[in-house]
């Protein structure tokens, strides 16, 4: 069994080859896209609703609701890249019992992918939020002798994101593959089911912790406008008060 994916080839061409990363990644994005596809397709209004389209609404109302409790703040615009990233990569997992499959995220390239496209959407929402003074000003917090650090936490946490998510799904190929030697039937099909509730949970983390990287870069936004409204709900009711006061008086 060969347990890195990337190896695995199907066509070569010259310098251009198509290996079981790339394919399989195409086929659960292009999975996603006729699922999405056929989901809305036909969304009603009514009382009554397909089983497709109200297991639809569950999924994005638990999305919301994970993006809402993180952040603070409303879901809409995190929805789409949010959702995406966690569909993916529960896809891709979740498929792992196709046979003959082998899940993109079980390989390094992907999932340094995954995460550079959380390293780059966390400035792009928090430029977004509080300009690109603003942003960058949380660089040299709560001096400039923090600049370096707060750059090296950027850099580390992007890799520590793309390699745990790595190395979870690997750690899974190979223990079903020493498992395969060993053991070849019952024990294989216990840990395979045992790698779906972890691609799930997986999943899940993965989602999570690129929605906090996201809220850290736009909270500090909230913080600043929460003073003033704090200051400006005191003031009136110490006006409330004063003016009820001088009436009972």
């Known amino acids: 069994m060969t347990i890195d994916i990337d190896s695995i080839i199907f066509w070569q061409w010259g310098s251009i080859t198509l290996n079981a990363t790339i394919l399989f990644s195409w086929l659960v994005m292009a999975l996603l896209v006729l699922m999405s596809w056929w989901v809305t397709r036909s969304l009603s209004e009514e009382v009554r609703i397909s089983r497709w389209q109200n297991l639809l609404e569950v999924l994005v109302s638990a999305i919301q609701d994970q993006i809402r409790d993180i952040s603070r703040q409303q879901p809409a615009q995190y929805l789409p890249f949010i959702g995406t990233l966690f569909l993916f990569v529960a896809l891709s997992n979740l498929l792992a019992i ?12 992907t ?24 942003y960058l000003k949380q660089y040299v917090k709560p001096t400039l002798f923090m600049l370096p650090f707060n750059i090296l936490g950027e850099l580390s946490r992007t890799i520590a994101l793309a390699v745990r998510l790595y190395g979870n799904m690997m750690s899974g190929t190979v223990i079903v593959a020493i498992l395969l030697g060993i053991v070849p039937l019952f ?18 983390i993965f989602a999570v912790l690129a929605m906090v990287y996201i809220a850290s870069a736009t909270v500090a936004h909230q913080k ?26």
């Open 98 to 109: 196709v046979p003959g499959y082998r899940p993109p995220t079980a390989s390094l390239s």
């Open 111 to 134: 999932t340094v992918a995954l995460a550079i496209w959380v390293f780059v959407a966390v400035p792009i929402y928090g430029i977004s939020q509080q300009g690109l003074r603003g």
């Open 187 to 204: 024990f294989p099909i216990v840990m395979q089911l045992f790698g779906l509730l972890t691609g799930m949970i997986q999943a899940y």
């Open 224 to 249: 600043r406008v929460a003073p003033a409204e704090q200051e400006q709900d005191e003031s009136a009711n110490t006006n409330i008060k004063q003016k009820g006061d001088k009436q009972h008086g």
